[in-house]
């Protein structure tokens, strides 16, 4: 058996398969909308069945476990505590464990030559998010270079080839602290097969992820209006507690929005852009598949907690041994202050329950690519404004 059979909502295109393919017969291939899918090569597959042993969506309940204890947090450095997406604590912890001689693991965009470039790259395949820019995780083992992993991503992050770098660090006995969404965090403990003393798995509560091929559109749309030579240098999301679409090139800012006049980040917080495994993942649930699981403290009760900031507040949930003692080694320099779950339940829904699908995102599924970015979510408002007031 292998994964060449799996349907669209099966898949989240985390690249174990291929990773774990013992005869390099499975290639991550972007679909119609840019999210990755298995193709698997028929002529040199063995049917071993490795690649479905792995795959975390067909295996999900022997990946989880229930949440032992919920803080809410903030670093007590205000720097870090600014420069966060909302609290810190995932900095901190990436710092306690870099300090201890140990590497990170985490989404950052990168800078990645062209397909048409003559200099070659390990990196020349990986979607591109803007012009020689893509998102991918990188391996950190310097505080220097920790800011790269700071900020929101609200795209899909490649993990092409990481899975056998963090097993080559354990090997070696080096310390390893890998952050992802669920699903990620999830393909990794299935990949590693086994667990592990010196990794720590952070997932993220996860809202749901579009694809690189649709930030590239919206990104292109954004700036019709400069040279095409112009590179963007960064892409930002977050601020403190604000969501925003913000994209900085050499010569400073381009382009800055908050969330509600962004069609990319409207789209993204309707849950129209969101790959098909997203409305039915196994890993939007009260039980979790890291040691540690990160997000913002959505639903907390500030008035009940003295000197609690109004923005940039973390919610830590530990679901075993390894992430409460991961959380004592930096009980001094974090603010912490449990809580009980249902308050984090009641805040968050998707540590219940996936986005659901709905006509509009399905209609957006058959609109794109056929109509840009920008194009889909102007066709699919109209829709719904219609339908409104069809309805009165």
Not at 72 to 94: F, I
Not at 181 to 189: E, H, V
Not at 278 to 291: I, M, N, T
């Amino acid at each position: 058996m292998s994964i060449s059979t799996l349907k669209s909502e099966q898949c989240c295109g985390c690249s174990a398969c291929e990773q774990i393919c013992p005869q390099r017969c499975i290639e991550m291939r972007p679909d119609r909308r840019g999210f990755l899918h298995p193709h698997v090569d028929a002529k040199l597959c063995t049917e071993c069945g490795a690649c479905e042993r792995i795959c975390p969506f067909l295996h999900p309940a022997d990946l989880k476990q229930p949440v032992q204890r919920c803080y809410a947090a903030w670093a007590k450095d205000p720097h870090t505590h600014l420069t966060s997406a909302s609290g810190g604590a995932a900095t901190v912890l990436a710092r306690s464990v870099i300090n201890d001689g140990g590497v990170v693991y985490g989404a950052s965009f990168i800078e990645v030559k062209s397909q048409k470039s003559k200099v070659k790259s390990d990196d020349a395949n990986i979607q591109q998010v803007a012009p020689d820019l893509a998102l991918r995780h990188i391996r950190v083992d310097n505080l220097d270079d920790l800011p790269r992993l700071q900020g929101s991503k609200y795209v899909q992050s490649s993990t092409q080839g990481v899975f056998a770098q963090v097993r080559a660090d354990l090997r070696q006995g080096c310390r390893v602290m890998f952050v992802g969404t669920p699903c990620q965090t999830a393909a990794l403990k299935s990949y590693l097969r086994k667990p592990h003393d010196r990794l720590l798995l952070i997932d993220l509560v996860c809202h749901g992820i579009p694809s690189p091929k649709m930030l590239a559109s919206h990104i292109r749309h954004l700036t019709s209006h400069l040279r095409p030579s112009t590179p963007i240098t960064s892409i930002r999301f977050r601020s403190q507690d604000q969501q925003i679409l913000a994209l900085d090139a050499p010569q400073g800012p381009v382009y800055e929005s908050k969330s509600w006049e962004d069609s990319y980040s409207s789209a993204f917080l309707s849950g129209w852009s969101f790959r098909q495994s997203c409305h039915h993942c196994p890993f939007c649930a009260e039980q979790r598949v890291g040691d540690i699981t990160l997000g913002d403290f959505w639903g907390l009760d500030h008035s009940t907690i003295p000197d609690c900031p109004q923005q940039g507040v973390s919610l830590i949930l530990t679901n075993n041994a390894k992430g409460q003692s991961a959380l004592k080694d930096i009980s001094t320099h974090i603010t912490l202050h449990e809580r009980p779950y249902s308050e984090a339940l009641a805040g968050n829904p998707q540590l219940r329950f996936p986005v659901a699908a709905s006509r509009l995102s399905s209609l957006f599924e058959h609109l794109f690519p056929t109509f840009s970015f920008d194009h889909t979510v102007f066709l699919v408002r109209a829709t719904r404004r219609l339908v409104n007031l069809i309805k009165r």
